[in-house]
T-cell receptor, first 119, second 114 residues
Framework: SAVISQKPSRDICQRGTSLTIQCQVD?????MFWYRQQPGQSLTLIAT?????????ESGFVIDKFPISRPNLTFSTLTVSNMSPEDSSIYLC????????????????FGPGTRLTVL | AQTVTQSQPEMSVQEAETVTLSCTYD???????LFWYKQPPSRQMILVIR??????QNATENRFSVNFQKAAKSFSLKISDSQLGDAAMYFC???????????FGTGTLLAVQP
C-alpha cells in the first residue's frame, strides 16, 4: 500500500492567516483526496484532487477558502485561507490505491493528518 | 444521497471477548464498496476490512469479520478475541463505485477492558 506523509503534523495559527499543508506519496497515484475531521467528529470530504485538472470541491467547501494544488502524481497541497477558530480541525489527505481482486476494489489510504489549531 | 449510520457512539468489551459494531447505510446504487477503518489516538486512519457489494461472502481478516446483509443495508464488524490494541474509534465507510467518494459514519469509540 502507498505510504503517505503530511507536513506539518500540527500547527497553531493566528486568526486571519493561512496555512499550507503538504501531502507526499511514495508512489504515483491518480486520485488524491482532502478531508477535514473536526474535533470529536467524523471525516468530511473537502475535495478531490487529480493531477492536471482543477480540484473538485464538495458542497460547503470553496476554492477561495481551500485552494488545492496537484502539480504531479505524488504530491498535493491544501491551503486553509483566512483562518478562523472554526477551522480548527485535523486535515487528512488520502490516496486511492487500486487493488486487483478479480474485479477492481478501490481502497483509500490515509496520511497521518495535520492537527490545526486557530487562535 | 448516500448516508452511513453508526448507532453506537461508544462500546466496551472485555479483553479476549467478542464485540460487534453496527453500521447501516442507505444507497440506491448496486455497485459500491464498504469499509471499516480504525483510528487510534495517534489519529492515523487504518483500513481494517473491506467488502465488495457484489460479493455475497462475508469478508474476514484474522480476528475481524463482517456480517454484510445487502438487502437490509447492514454492515456490522465483529472483533473476536479483543485485544487492548483494538481500542480506537471505528468508522464505517461507504464508497460509491462511480464517483470514488468515501462517506463516513459518525464512528464508534471502542474501549477494551483488561
Amino acid at each position: 500500500s502507498a505510504v503517505i506523509s503530511q507536513k506539518p503534523s500540527r500547527d497553531i495559527c493566528q486568526r486571519g492567516t493561512s496555512l499550507t499543508i503538504q501531502c507526499q506519496v511514495d508512489s504515483q497515484v491518480t486520485m488524491m483526496f482532502w478531508y477535514r475531521q473536526q474535533p470529536g467528529q467524523s471525516l468530511t470530504l473537502i475535495a478531490t484532487a487529480n493531477q492536471g485538472s482543477e480540484a473538485t470541491y464538495e458542497s460547503g467547501f470553496v476554492i477561495d477558502k481551500f485552494p488545492i494544488s496537484r502539480p504531479n502524481l505524488t504530491f498535493s497541497t491544501l491551503t486553509v485561507s483566512n483562518m478562523s477558530p472554526e477551522d480548527s480541525s485535523i486535515y487528512l489527505c488520502s490516496v486511492e490505491d487500486q487493488v486487483a481482486s478479480g474485479r477492481s476494489a478501490f481502497e483509500q489510504f490515509f496520511g497521518p493528518g495535520t492537527r490545526l489549531t486557530v487562535l | 444521497a448516500q448516508t452511513v449510520t453508526q448507532s453506537q457512539p461508544e462500546m466496551s468489551v472485555q479483553e479476549a471477548e467478542t464485540v460487534t459494531l453496527s453500521c447501516t447505510y442507505d444507497t440506491s446504487e448496486s455497485d459500491y464498496y464498504l469499509f471499516w477503518y480504525k483510528q487510534p489516538p495517534s489519529r492515523q486512519m487504518i483500513l481494517v476490512i473491506r467488502q465488495e457489494a457484489y460479493k455475497q461472502q462475508n469478508a474476514t481478516e484474522n480476528r475481524f469479520s463482517v456480517n454484510f446483509q445487502k438487502a437490509a443495508k447492514s454492515f456490522s464488524l465483529k472483533i473476536s478475541d479483543s485485544q487492548l490494541g483494538d481500542a480506537a474509534m471505528y468508522f464505517c465507510a461507504y464508497l460509491d463505485g462511480a464517483t470514488n467518494k468515501l462517506i463516513f459514519g459518525t464512528g464508534t469509540l471502542l474501549a477494551v477492558q483488561p
